[in-house]
């Protein structure tokens, strides 16, 4: 008996492992969804050129990766307990402040790929399709 039931506990630790695995691969695969449905709206309301694109995206993509990491590394900060309130205060501050000087930054580098207008209508699309998103993900919950 005392064979079966760790048998039994090994058997739902293992089920359990995989479904967090799945779980991971789901959350991946629905991430890399979003962000293909972001990259074809943003390609349709900028109106790239062949030139401008080849420019545009290498640029755009680097932005994503500095941008996941900050707010990768904000999370991480915000889960920590032993931090004083003050502490966590000056914490979000800093990182306000590493994302704007991150904007600045790539408002520099989108400029010399496509011109100032363009640069506009992609604040402009990044903005819509958060608030499209955030949309569709409300009335997701309430279904």
């Not at 630790?13 to 995989?18: A, W, Y």
């Given at each position: 008996?005392?064979?079966?039931?760790?048998?039994?506990?090994?058997?739902?630790?293992?089920?359990?492992?995989?479904?967090?695995?799945?779980?991971?691969?789901?959350?991946?695969?629905?991430?890399?969804?979003?962000?293909?449905?972001?990259?074809?709206?943003?390609?349709?309301?900028l109106d790239l050129t062949t030139e401008e694109a080849?420019?545009?995206?290498?640029?755009?993509?680097?932005?994503?990766?500095?941008?996941?990491?900050?707010?990768?590394?904000?999370?991480?900060?915000?889960?920590?307990?032993?931090?004083?309130?003050?502490?966590?205060?000056?914490?979000?501050?800093?990182?306000?402040?590493?994302m704007l000087d991150l904007?600045?930054?790539?408002?520099?580098?989108?400029?010399?790929?496509?011109?100032?207008?363009?640069?506009?209508?992609?604040?402009?699309?990044?903005?819509?399709?958060?608030?499209?998103?955030?949309?569709?993900?409300?009335?997701?919950?309430?279904?």
């Open positions: 008996m005392n064979g079966l039931v760790k048998k039994g506990i090994l058997g739902i630790i293992m089920c359990l492992t995989m479904n967090t695995g799945l779980m991971s691969q789901d959350r991946r695969g629905h991430y890399e969804r979003i962000e293909a449905i972001k990259v074809a709206f943003i390609t349709k309301k080849q420019k545009f995206w290498p640029v755009y993509n680097n932005y994503q990766k500095e941008l996941m990491e900050l707010m990768r590394k904000r999370r991480e900060d915000r889960q920590k307990t032993d931090i004083a309130p003050n502490d966590k205060i000056n914490a979000d501050l800093t990182y306000e402040s590493r904007k600045k930054k790539y408002k520099k580098l989108y400029l010399k790929a496509i011109p100032a207008e363009k640069v506009l209508l992609l604040y402009q699309a990044e903005r819509e399709f958060r608030e499209h998103l955030i949309k569709q993900l409300n009335h997701r919950r309430r279904e």
